[in-house]
C-alpha cells in the first residue's frame, strides 16, 4: 500500500522560507511522476513542481519558477520542496502526490495523493 505524508509546513513571514517533505511508503522510483500540487482557499488545485522517470527537468509552475525547488532522496523514498522567497500568495495546503503509471507532470489524476500540509504566509 502506497502513502505519502507530508510535512514542514506552518506559518512564515513574507521572505522566509520552508521546506517541506514527503515520506513515500510503498511507492517505487523506477517508474513514476511525483511532485507538489497546491490549494488555496477558493480556488483550483495547482500542480506547484514536479519531477518524472520520463523527464530529466522538473516542472515549475511559472509563479514558483527560481523560488521553489524540488528534490528526491530515492533512497529514503522521499521528495522534498524547498520554497525561498515565500510570499502571501504561497498561502495554500500543500499535497504531495505521485503516480506509478503516468510520467508526465503535472497530472493532476495521479493515484496517490498525501493528506496535506498547510502554508501560510503573513505579510
Known amino acids: 500500500e502506497v502513502q505519502l505524508v507530508e510535512s514542514g509546513g506552518g506559518l512564515v513571514q513574507a521572505g522566509g522560507s520552508l521546506r517541506l517533505s514527503c515520506a513515500a511508503s510503498g511507492f517505487s522510483f523506477d517508474n513514476y511522476a511525483i511532485g507538489w500540487f497546491r490549494q488555496a482557499p477558493g480556488k483550483e488545485r495547482e500542480g506547484v513542481s514536479c519531477i518524472s522517470s520520463s523527464d530529466d527537468s522538473p516542472y515549475y509552475a511559472n509563479s514558483v519558477k527560481g523560488r521553489f525547488t524540488i528534490s528526491s532522496d530515492n533512497a529514503k523514498n522521499s521528495v522534498y520542496l524547498q520554497m525561498n522567497s515565500l510570499k502571501p500568495e504561497d498561502t495554500a495546503v500543500y499535497y504531495c502526490?505521485?503516480?506509478?503509471?503516468?510520467?508526465?507532470?503535472?497530472?493532476?489524476?495521479?493515484?496517490?495523493w498525501g493528506k496535506g500540509t498547510l502554508v501560510t504566509v503573513s505579510s
Open positions: 502526490a505521485a503516480d506509478s503509471v503516468v510520467t508526465w507532470c503535472p497530472y493532476y489524476g495521479m493515484d496517490y
